[in-house]
């Protein structure tokens, strides 16, 4: 995974617990207190032992922190250097998750070695959004779910989200508390 994740997880966590914790948890994990660089590449093992090193720390299961770091990384995202990416994405939910592969593309063109999920969105006859979410990752629907969540809050909804598997995707279900109004 890229950087970008990291530096969102080693804030997340000092949020969490402070700087001095995050030095110790850093160094167990054998990533030091770097600055990760957003677009550098880092090794998928080191992310999950960093990701299983913080669930552990703050006493969350795996799932449980995945959950809240996706709806920390929409945060993470808006407020930094991300934020221009993602406001251009779009002005409400449907449209921002309908340009989701191609603010990927855009990043896949700076960093051409990245390994990036694929989404596709239909909507249903309730008002109900489907997300179909594509990855050679297993294992972060918990994260998906969170950043679900986060864009719901980004964009002043609320409401639920289910997901089930379908073949070689997960197809997560929104179901708005809003739907009736927005469709």
Same mark, same amino acid.
């Given at each position: 995974?890229? #950087?970008?994740?990291?530096?969102?997880? @080693?804030?997340?966590?000092?949020? *969490?617990? =402070?700087?001095?914790?995050?030095?110790?948890?850093?160094?167990?994990?054998?990533?030091? $207190?770097?600055? %990760?660089?957003? !677009?550098?590449?880092?090794?998928?093992?080191?992310?999950?032992?960093?990701?299983?090193?913080?669930?552990?720390?703050?006493? &969350?299961?795996?799932?449980? &922190?995945?959950?809240?770091? #996706?709806? /920390?990384?929409? *945060?993470?995202? $808006?407020? !930094?250097?991300?934020?221009?990416?993602?406001?251009?994405? #779009?002005?409400?939910?449907?449209?921002?998750?309908?340009?989701?592969?191609?603010?990927?593309?855009?990043? *896949?063109?700076?960093?051409?070695?990245?390994?990036?999920?694929? %989404?596709?969105?239909? *909507?249903?006859?309730? #008002?109900?959004?489907?997300?179909? /979410? @594509?990855?050679? @990752?297993?294992?972060?629907?918990? %994260?998906?779910? !969170? &950043?679900?969540? =986060? &864009?719901?809050?980004?964009?002043?909804?609320?409401?639920?989200?289910?997901?089930?598997?379908?073949?070689?995707?997960?197809? %997560?279900?929104?179901?708005?508390?809003?739907?009736?109004?927005?469709?």
């Amino acid at each position: 995974m890229y #950087g970008m994740i990291h530096k969102a997880a @080693r804030e997340f966590t000092i949020d *969490k617990i =402070g700087d001095d914790a995050w030095a110790k948890l850093a160094a167990e994990c054998e990533v030091g $207190s770097e600055h %990760f660089i957003s !677009g550098q590449h880092y090794c998928d093992d080191m992310t999950f032992r960093l990701i299983g090193k913080i669930a552990a720390v703050l006493n &969350l299961t795996t799932e449980q &922190l995945l959950l809240a770091f #996706g709806r /920390y990384w929409i *945060k993470f995202a $808006s407020e !930094g250097a991300y934020a221009p990416a993602l406001d251009m994405a #779009g002005d409400d939910l449907e449209t921002f998750l309908s340009n989701l592969d191609r603010m990927h593309a855009s990043i *896949k063109s700076t960093m051409p070695d990245a390994v990036l999920p694929s %989404f596709s969105v239909s *909507k249903a006859a309730d #008002g109900q959004i489907n997300v179909t /979410y @594509r990855s050679p @990752r297993k294992g972060l629907e918990p %994260f998906v779910t !969170g &950043l679900l969540q =986060g &864009l719901l809050a980004r964009f002043n909804e609320t409401g639920t989200i289910s997901n089930a598997p379908a073949g070689d995707a997960v197809v %997560f279900h929104i179901k708005r508390a809003s739907a009736s109004r927005v469709a």
